[in-house]
Structure formats: C-alpha cells, structure tokens
C-alpha cells in the first residue's frame, strides 16, 4: 500500500513554514507516507492519504482528502482506540467520504477530509502529540483543514493551531467559532423535527413541541447530551445508554431521562432511534430490532452496510441519512472562513431540516431509501462542480 516514504528531522521540521505559533520550542522527528488506497474497496477515488508516525509525541495518525472539487478538504480529527493501523485508515477513508457528500449537501463550498489518531483519548492524550499533529496538517500546505472531532477537544486543537493555521473550531476567544458540538445537536434537533413532522403529516417547523414524542438515545456524551438539552425543552420522553455511566448519569439527572444497558437501547419502544456514538451500530440484525418508527441521529456512518437501507424502508422505519443530519458541526466551523456570524450559521443549519423533507419526499416518489436519495444528491452535486473545472 506504501508509495513513498518521507522522514523529516527536528531541524528541517523547525525550519518550514513560520506561519504557524511555534514559540513552544517543541521538537519533533516525523515520518510521512503517501499510501495507495486502491486496492482497498470503495475507496479507490480518494485524492489523498497519508500516514504519520511521530515516536517522540507518541502520534500514529492517518488523513485522508476524499474530494476538493467543491473546495479545500475541511473535516475533524477523530482520536479513538482502533485495534489495528487498518482499522484506523478504514474508518478515516469511510469518514472523509461521508464528509464529502455532507458538505456537498450541506452546501458550505467545502472539500471532504477527515483525520484519525490511533489511541485512548482518555490516557494517551498530550499537548506534544497534537503539536505534533498540527505539523503534520501544516505540512499539506491547507489541502486539509482540521477540527474536533470524537475524542478530541477544543483545548487539543488549540496545541493544534501553535503549529498550523490550518484548523477551526478554536475557542470564541480566539476569534473562532468556539466548540462545533452544540451546532451539530442542533442541527440533528432540527432533523428530528422534520421526520417527526411527516411521520405525524404536518408540516416541518423547528419550534413545534414533542410532548408526545420518545426518543431513545445511543450516546450522551458531547453532542448527544446537547441533543438530549433540545428534545427535553420541546417535552420529549428520552430513554438514553452510554458506556459511561458518568455520562448516563449526568443525562438522567438532568433531562429526567430514563437509562438502559447500552445493548438494550436497539429494544425499546420510541419513536425515534437517535445513535449519537461511534458509527455502525444499525447493522443487519439490530435494524431488526428496532421498536422505533424513525432512526435520526448525530454518528457518522450510522449504517453498517448500504444493505440496511432499505432493511429500514421495508420495515418502514424512516432514516434521516447520517451525514445530512448532523452537517450542523460543519456548517458552523464553514463560516470561518468569511468571518464567523452564529446567526447565519444557525440559519443554515436551520436548512437541515429542509433537507430532509425534500429527501423524505423524493424518496417516496422515486421509491428508493432515503440514503439513496442523499447519496445521489451528492453525487449530483461533486459532478456538476467537476464538470464546470
């Protein structure tokens, strides 16, 4: 898989771009490599992946840039514990994809990149390895802009940016648009709101009250604790499971929210089915599961494989398609770039909801899944922007 290998000493890393706050001192030995993803399938048409190795931080990371037609890769990092380098690259070429196609819905005139980091961000976490981190976003030159994402933080972005400009969703404090996770709840708030709405024949509107609605919640950490924020004001009945208790905990006491085992969630009976972790956990057999008339939630790559798309139409169930509903994150870092205005993020995100009717509907008329509807759009989208180049 490797094409070409590059190893940057100490002195050669101090010595590039001064465009970055290196006033840390901190030393760094890595090694970049190219990899040729063809032989991996469905992912042959990334533009660019690579790997970097930094022993002295303690990084192992890979970034892939999916597609720039649309513009430069802009895409979080993601810091969890993979068992394998394989594992990892597989999910950062999945999630730089999803990232295209999000941006491409979501119409934020972004590329879609994503960033993986292999370890534990409960124990291997260290300002060096996300300086680290940024050198190796530095040394792409803005072909990849990173983010926060799973298992990391606004503070790790900020050892982040002392050696890269290349990265957003920086403290407000810093002139950023501080921490994406509330936006990206919001926005799957908003794509409840509109498949409650079709499932109950009414029309979609952000403000209208779930006082009879049950929303079972895969996850409350970040983002699904906020979800659970917005459902709670509107009178929404939550049932939630986390592997941290800590984070059930918090979640019950708060949102008067009633916890399951978190393998028991695929079995209770809701009307939504909102998987806020790690992807993948509708798959074949919990798709069958399900005791929920919709699944719309805020993880990336919520579906197993392609297949259980339409497990769910036939039964029924309505999908609202992952990286459509929870493009709030994205769409809030994307206004950066013209000078950040929470008001007009929060309109855009607003649109998800939108979206998603229009989604729901085409999907009925042509008699296709949702995801396949999504996928098109997309598909549509990165076409046309390639064709006009």
Not at 82 to 89: G, K, Q, V
Not at 222 to 246: E, F, I, M, P, W
Request: a negative charge; glycine letters at 8%; charged letters at 20%.
């Amino acid at each position: 898989m490797q094409v070409s290998t590059t190893t940057k000493s100490d002195t050669e890393t101090k010595a590039e771009d001064s465009s970055a706050d290196t006033s840390s001192c901190v030393e760094f030995d890595y090694q970049l490599e190219t990899l040729d993803c063809h032989d991996i399938p469905g992912f042959a048409g990334h533009e660019l992946v690579i790997s970097c190795t930094d022993a002295k931080a303690g990084l192992r990371a890979f970034i892939a840039i999916h597609d720039t037609s649309l513009g430069p890769a802009l895409g979080g990092c993601r810091m969890w514990r993979y068992a394998s380098d394989e594992e990892a690259l597989t999910d950062a070429l999945r999630l730089s994809q999803g990232m295209s196609y999000k941006h491409a819905v979501a119409d934020t005139q972004q590329g879609g990149g994503k960033a993986v980091i292999v370890g534990d961000p409960r124990r291997d976490k260290s300002d060096a390895l996300f300086q680290a981190f940024g050198r190796f976003v530095d040394s792409l030159g803005g072909q990849y802009v990173t983010a926060e994402d799973v298992g990391v933080s606004v503070d790790n972005m900020v050892s982040v940016r002392q050696q890269t400009k290349h990265v957003v969703g920086l403290p407000t404090s810093m002139g950023s648009s501080g921490d994406p996770s509330p936006i990206t709840a919001y926005g799957v708030y908003c794509g409840i709101q509109a498949a409650v709405a079709l499932k109950q024949r009414r029309a979609y509107d952000v403000r209208a009250r779930l006082d009879d609605v049950t929303v079972a919640v895969q996850g409350v950490g970040n983002v699904g604790y906020a979800l659970c924020r917005h459902l709670y004001n509107a009178g929404a009945k939550l049932v939630v499971t986390d592997v941290h208790q800590s984070n059930v905990t918090r979640a019950c006491t708060d949102f008067s929210a009633t916890s399951v085992a978190p393998e028991a969630i695929y079995d209770v009976t809701a009307d939504v089915f909102a998987p806020c972790a790690l992807g993948g956990t509708v798959n074949s057999q919990t798709a069958l599961r399900l005791k929920s008339a919709i699944v719309a939630g805020a993880a990336n790559n919520q579906l197993a494989e392609p297949a259980v798309a339409k497990t769910l139409t036939d039964r029924n169930i309505l999908y609202a398609p992952d990286y459509v509903i929870n493009a709030g994150g994205i769409i809030n870092i994307s206004y950066e770039k013209q000078g950040y205005n929470l008001d007009k993020a929060m309109r855009h995100t607003e649109r998800i909801g939108e979206t998603l009717t229009e989604i729901f509907q085409r999907a009925k008329t042509e008699e296709i899944s949702t995801a396949e509807v999504a996928d098109r759009i997309a598909q549509e989208r990165l076409g046309a922007s390639t064709s006009r180049q």
